[in-house]
């Protein structure tokens, strides 16, 4: 069985081929960075467009590159939210032309189960039921996962996401857009210490998040210091130790409060060195074990759609032609929305 896996959600084009023997054989992503770096963040219209116009020819690729004949695609997954109207649009278009010319199921994919799920295209042994932190530049949630479909949110960012946090602070210190890996290359370079920054809801028994505050401290130190290269990376590298501080903490309340010993940490943000670092740090002193997807992953691809479009389709849980997107798709109202 192959699924082909179609990823328009936000600024990025992915494409994959899974296969339920060979796993993964093929994904293309390809990057809006370049359009939308003169703008400082995304632009929607902008997004939607790009992947109108690349969307099929990734297909096309992907299935000349792997050598897959259309013939041997079972079912195709596109992802039909949480993301931008517009651009889920696209994938849900495209997706649902190929299912009625090829003859083959439609699979709806929720966007945020795809990254709650990619760290299994790695490892094969992670067990329900465990801790997921999910970290990307639109959504920052804890979730408890129960099995495949089930999941109970714990918390989650009351206001801005730790990747909006990220890329606005990033772009208040002249970084380029998408800028949260450079932020982070910056704070390589930062002096411990020199500044103190406040951990948001740290003390607070519940697990939600709040990032506003903590950009707004910053912002006000960046107003009032000089902008050369050492204090720049000074004040980035505190706010960086000042986010993975909050996310690191919470996570183990989560740990603590359900008395799991799992912990999943995926989607763009988790890509961070320093967040990685000190959540396997808590979780070794813990007794627990965290599971992370390799890099190239950790970002909206094709390829987590394809994975999860495969456990939906051996669940026999697929759409019927009529086009479902929902931008503001909860993990909560999966059991609900997939039949």
Not at 32 to 55: C, F, W
Not at 152 to 157: A, D, V
């Amino acid at each position: 069985m192959r699924i082909l896996g179609i990823e328009t959600s936000c600024d990025d084009t992915g494409i994959a081929i899974y296969d339920n023997r060979l796993g993964l054989i093929i994904n293309l992503l390809h990057s809006q960075d370049n359009i939308h770096d003169q703008y400082g963040g995304i632009v929607p219209e902008l997004a939607a467009r790009s992947h109108m116009n690349k969307t099929v020819p990734l297909i096309k690729t992907a299935l000349k590159k792997s050598g897959c004949s259309i013939s041997s695609i079972s079912a195709i997954a596109y992802t039909a939210g949480p993301g931008l109207m517009g651009s889920l649009l696209i994938g849900a278009s495209v997706g649902h032309a190929l299912s009625f010319a090829w003859k083959v199921p439609i699979i709806p994919i929720n966007h945020m189960e795809g990254h709650l799920l990619s760290p299994m295209l790695d490892e094969k042994k992670i067990k329900f039921p465990f801790i997921a932190l999910l970290v990307s530049g639109g959504h920052t949630q804890l979730i408890q996962a129960f099995k495949i479909g089930y999941y109970k949110l714990l918390g989650e960012s009351l206001d801005d996401s730790v990747g909006e946090a990220f890329d606005k602070i990033a772009k208040l210190l002249g970084l380029k857009y998408p800028g949260g890996s450079v932020l982070s290359n910056l704070a390589q370079y930062g002096t411990p210490g020199r500044f103190k920054f406040p951990r948001p809801m740290v003390y607070s028994s519940d697990l939600n998040f709040s990032f506003s505050g903590l950009k707004t401290y910053t912002a006000n130190c960046i107003n009032k210091q000089e902008k050369d290269f050492q204090t720049r990376a000074d004040i980035a590298y505190e706010f960086e130790s000042a986010v993975v501080d909050t996310l690191v903490i919470k996570c183990k309340r989560a740990l603590k409060q359900t008395g799991l010993r799992r912990i999943v940490v995926a989607g763009g943000v988790s890509a961070n060195n320093t967040l990685r670092k000190k959540i396997k740090k808590m979780a070794t002193y813990h007794q627990s074990k965290v599971f992370y997807v390799k890099p190239e992953l950790c970002t909206d691809n094709g390829a987590m759609i394809a994975y999860v479009g495969m456990l939906r389709f051996k669940e026999r849980k697929h759409s019927e032609l009529n086009i479902f997107v929902s931008p503001n798709w909860l993990l909560s109202e999966l059991k609900n929305k997939i039949k």
